[in-house]
């Protein structure tokens, strides 16, 4: 079992920047894809940014340029640099992590989510 705990969330001003952490734990064998998404009340899910084991990255378009990921496979990590936050970032943003654990067992994992609120 792969569990993620998110950390970094809460109210920023608009322009503002926020960091938001997700560290991954448990049996692990190997972390591939790692990413965030972000639920907005009334509005499905969506990616926000994601990053291979290999450092590839993708974003959506409405935070390119603002938002930046990486990670630390040394500590399991993903990270989100989010700048210059507008009010339309607000949401619930989640880790997602797809691997193997040490069962050799596919496993995609969820944390359970920081909310990011961008207002004056």
């Known amino acids: 079992q792969v569990q993620l705990v998110e950390s970094g969330g809460g109210l920023v001003q608009p322009g503002g920047s926020l960091r938001l952490s997700c560290a991954a734990s448990?049996?692990?064998?190997?972390?591939?894809?790692m990413g965030w998404y972000r639920q907005a009340p009334g509005k499905q899910r969506e990616l926000v940014a994601r990053i291979t084991s290999g450092g590839s990255t993708n974003y959506a378009d409405s935070v390119k340029g603002r938002f930046t990921i990486s990670r630390d496979n040394a500590k399991n990590t993903v990270y989100l640099q989010m700048n210059s936050l507008k009010p339309e970032d607000t949401a619930v943003y989640y880790c997602?992590?797809?691997?193997?654990?040490?069962?050799?067992?596919?496993?995609?994992?969820w944390g359970q989510g920081t909310q990011v609120t961008v207002s004056s």
């Open positions: 997602n992590a797809g691997g193997f654990d040490t069962r050799l067992r596919r496993y995609d994992s």
């Open positions: 448990g049996s692990i064998f190997s972390i591939n894809a």
